[in-house]
């Protein structure tokens, strides 16, 4: 298919422009490098890296998916690795296409929406750039703490200062040990999302609160894949995952 329909596409089942507004998102979300008008591949990938990119030339990707790419804030001189990761993306012909907080809070392929839907979460609401729900039973800290690791492959880190039996979960995938405070006060016995900060370890036991970090990067390989694989449903677009863990 042209990658002008493509993006076009992505763009409105996203929401790009309109949700990179509203939440103020630093990402330059949406079509940041433009490769080859035909497109026969997607690679999805958290990181638009050195490694990614180089996978995607040797398994023939001309459209790369990304959570996190190449443009961020101001203005950015293509020097160094920024110069070395273009070059390789212009070379090989390959789009890049980048959805930060849009792919966290879709409510289909977001990697919130995938992580709540297979802990079983209900009844489910819109809480920061993610989602706050209820178990249709009260699962023990450890419960869910194996489910996620079976999920992403990776032990959970359990930072229990509140109930061992929870029933209300808000799920913000990434950084967000910050809202621990804000989960609390929206009802939430626990907050699940990728890597802690130390500064956050005290509040959240003096809150009574409980908290389970389950990788950053394992948290926010959900949404990539879910939007490949509704890619694929809509146009017929074979994809491949990119994969470079970071273990954090």
């Known amino acids: 298919m042209h990658r002008d329909t493509l993006v076009r596409w992505l763009d409105e089942f996203l929401k790009t422009q309109?949700?990179?507004?509203?939440?103020?998102?630093?990402?330059?979300?949406?079509?940041?490098?433009?490769?080859a008008e035909r497109v026969t591949k997607v690679g999805a990938a958290v990181d638009a890296a050195q490694s990614t990119i180089e996978q995607a030339r040797e398994q023939g990707v001309d459209f790369m998916i990304v959570h996190h790419g190449l443009?961020?804030?101001?203005?950015?001189?293509?020097?160094?690795?920024?110069?070395?990761?273009?070059?390789?993306?212009?070379?090989?012909?390959?789009s890049l296409y980048a959805s930060h907080l849009p792919l966290d809070v879709h409510p289909e392929v977001g990697n919130n929406a995938v992580i709540a839907q297979a802990l079983g979460l209900q009844n489910l609401e819109p809480f920061e750039a993610g989602f706050i729900g209820t178990l249709f039973r009260a699962h023990t800290l450890s419960e869910i703490g194996d489910r996620l690791g079976q999920m992403t492959g990776m032990q959970c880190l359990i930072h229990q200062g509140g109930p061992n039996e929870v029933t209300?979960?808000?799920?913000?995938?990434?950084?967000?040990s910050d809202y621990v405070a804000?989960?609390?006060?929206?009802?939430?016995?626990?907050?699940i999302t990728g890597e802690p900060k130390h500064q956050n370890f005290h509040p959240t036991f003096e809150l009574g609160m409980n908290a389970i970090?389950?990788?950053?990067?394992?948290t926010e390989t959900f949404g990539v894949k879910a939007l490949a694989e509704r890619i694929e449903r809509e146009f017929g677009l074979p994809w491949v995952f990119l994969e470079h863990p970071t273990g954090l």
């Open 18 to 35: 309109e949700i990179t507004r509203q939440m103020r998102d630093l990402s330059l979300n949406g079509l940041q490098v433009e490769g």
């Open 71 to 94: 443009f961020w804030g101001g203005v950015m001189p293509v020097v160094g690795i920024h110069k070395r990761r273009l070059e390789a993306l212009f070379q090989g012909g390959i």
């Open 168 to 176: 209300r979960v808000a799920v913000v995938s990434g950084s967000a």
């Open 182 to 191: 804000e989960a609390k006060a929206a009802g939430a016995e626990l907050l």
């Open 213 to 218: 970090y389950a990788g950053h990067y394992d």
